[in-house]
Every structure is written in structure tokens, then in C-alpha cells.
């Protein structure tokens, strides 16, 4: 008893160590740009739709750390109390070292970017970031080489979507540092069959998950420590599957909305719900099945702040829904197979499993997910 009790403390101060980092990627939480390219025979123009004041700090967005613990989060904050009109020439001025990391090549050529138009587009909070709209023009060099977008990696993930298509042209979202497909200047708009699309967001759905979704995964594992056993955990992932597919597609399409503020929270008591019912040893009931239908279309609204950024054409939503949604459970049965082999395997059939591993595993995924309860609703 004395040995489980030491090694519960044990889990549980690193637990609060491991919340103080790992929490802070929801505090500040930046939405990935957006950008919308035209491309001409002689030139290239992205209208972009970014959190201005990172760039200009130069925060590291590939970073999932609160803004306030790093070096640059005085100047983040900075810029962010200033008024649109003096942030947006603090831009303008930083522009000529700035412009450096956008990588937009015609062929193997750089194409130099000036900013044509830059507006803030709604004041907000100061708690919150506030988006900036950059329309950038690009002269391109002669000849016919395509032009390829991307960004340095520090800037973050970049949606980006080719204008003048209809619905099949062209979208991707683009991991950070990466380069967008070859763009033709020749006026041809750049289509995507369904299946390249299918594969493309499996890969994102998936990502979201592993490595990006740290809250879905202690949630995850909150229905593996409840049991080893193959029915009550089919039964929960299962349901846990069909909810959050469900709001998933409703919120993506916009039928429904609920802001992160309310939604993050609540994902956050639902990973304590069921850590805690695994700690007091609830049994597989209708009412656990229900409250995990309930936590799942929760989590589906989480998935959809993701995915809705993407932008995808009504025809092809379908194809991109079910492959991220594929992509998202390819990653939670990943997960469940990665807590299997590391202590369901080996430990799982000990008299002491539940007392030594089960109950303290649960008692740190309790700790993380309340304190991100009261960090998303009171810090």
C-alpha cells in the first residue's frame, strides 16, 4: 500500500508538471493562417489571413507553449495592446526582413512579395488574438514555371486555397515549412481527384490527434484505463465514434456553432469525468454509454475548429470529412494500441494492475484535465 501510495504523489506532481507545459497550448491558441492564391502569367497574389502580431514577435508557432513563457511574449503582447492603425505600420516597417520567409518560387526562382493592402478586421479582446488581412502581389520572372507557396516553419500551419476554380480547385493544408503543389501560370486552375484528397486528409485527421491532440488522447486513454476488457472498450470507442462524427460534419458545415470558449472547457471536464469514474471503479452501464455519447459530440466540435478552417468546396467536403474523420480514429486506435503494448500487455492481468497503474495513470489524467478546466475558464 505504501508503495502504491508513492507511486500515485509520484504520478501525480509529475502530472501537474507535465499540465503547466502541456496546457498552455490551448491558452493562447493561434488558428492556422489562411491564404487565398491567384496566379497570372505575371503575377502572384495571396490574400492571407494571419495573427499579425506573432509574426512581428517572432514567435515560434510550431511550439505549442503559451505566448507568456517564452522570451518573445512581452513583444507578442506589445503589439498586440497596440491600436490596429500602429500595429499595421509597425508591420509595414518590419515588411523588407519579413518578406524573406515567405518561400514563393516560380520554378526555382524567389518572387519577392509587397504588401498592396493590409486592414485589421475586427477588434477583439485583448485576451484574444485579432486577425490581419495582408493582400500581398508578387511580379513573376518570364517563362511559364509554375509558383509554389509555403512559409519558414516558424510561422506556423498555412491553409491555402487556389482562387478561380470552382469546387474542384485546389486546397491543401499545408504543415509547417512545407511547399503547396505547383501552381500553373498559364490560367489552368490545379484540380485534385477525390482520392488524392481522401488520402491527404486522413493524414491531417490523424495529425490532430497524434502528435497535435494532447486533450483527445488523455481522453482516449481515460476509456483504456476503465478496462482491458475487449467489450466495455469497443462499446465506448464506438459510441465515442459516432458522436463526435455526428457534430463533427454539423459544426463543419456550419449547422451548428459553439465557441472554443465554451467547447474547450467542456472537453477538458469530460477527460475528468471519466478519469474519475475509472478512479471509483464505474461499471459499463446505459449511463456510461450515454455520458460517452455526450463527451464524443463535445470532441467532435473540437475536430470541426480544424477542419472548418480548411475551406473545401461543398462537393468535396464529403471526401475531406471522411478522411479526416478516418484519419482521427486511425490515430485513437493508435493510441489505444500504444497503451496496450506498453502496460495493457505486460501488466494488465496482475492482481496489482488497477491499484499500482490503472487508478494512478487515471489520478494524473484527472490532474491535467483540471487544470485545463480552470485555466480555459478562470486564468
Known sequence: MNVTLWQTL??????????????????????????????????????VTLTAEAMLAGIDRTQNIDTDDLPEGDAYTRYRE????????????????????????????????????????????LSLPRDTRLTLLGDLPEGDAPVTVGWKAGFGPLVLRQTGGG?????????PGAQSQPLPRTGEIVTEGWLPLFGRYIVVGFEHIIPKGLDHILFVLGLFFFSLRVGPLLWQITAFTLAHTITLALASLKIVFIPASIVEPLIAASIVYVAVEN????????????????????????????????????????????????????????????????????????PW???????????????????????????
Not at 500595429?87 to 519579413?98: H, I, N, S, V
Not at 520554378?107 to 486592414?119: F, H, K, Q, R, T
Not at 463535445?298 to 480544424?306: D, M
Open 10 to 47: 509520484r504520478t501525480l506532481a509529475l502530472a501537474l508538471l507535465v499540465s503547466t507545459h502541456a496546457s498552455a497550448s490551448r491558452a493562447h491558441e493561434l488558428n492556422p493562417a489562411v491564404a487565398d492564391v491567384t496566379v497570372t502569367p505575371a503575377q502572384v497574389q495571396l490574400v
Open 82 to 125: 497596440m491600436p490596429a492603425e500602429e500595429m499595421l505600420q509597425a508591420l509595414y516597417d518590419a515588411w523588407p526582413e519579413l518578406r524573406q520567409d515567405f518561400n514563393v518560387l516560380a520554378g526555382e526562382v524567389p518572387v519577392e512579395l509587397e504588401i498592396s493592402n493590409a486592414e485589421v478586421l475586427e477588434e477583439m479582446p
Open 167 to 175: 469546387e474542384d480547385a485546389y486546397s491543401d493544408f499545408l504543415n
Open 279 to 350: 478512479i471509483f471503479g464505474g461499471r459499463l452501464g446505459w449511463w456510461r454509454i450515454v455520458v460517452v455519447t455526450c463527451f464524443g459530440l463535445l470532441h467532435g466540435l473540437g475536430f470541426a475548429f480544424v477542419l472548418g478552417d480548411v475551406g473545401l468546396e461543398p462537393s468535396r467536403f464529403l471526401t475531406g470529412l471522411i478522411g479526416f474523420n478516418i484519419g482521427v480514429e486511425i490515430g485513437q486506435l493508435t493510441v489505444i494500441a500504444i497503451a496496450f503494448l506498453t502496460v495493457g500487455y505486460w501488466f494488465g492481468n496482475k
Open 353 to 379: 494492475y488497477r491499484k499500482a497503474i490503472a487508478i494512478p495513470a487515471s489520478l494524473a489524467i484527472a490532474a491535467v484535465a483540471a487544470f485545463w478546466v480552470v485555466e480555459r475558464t478562470l486564468l
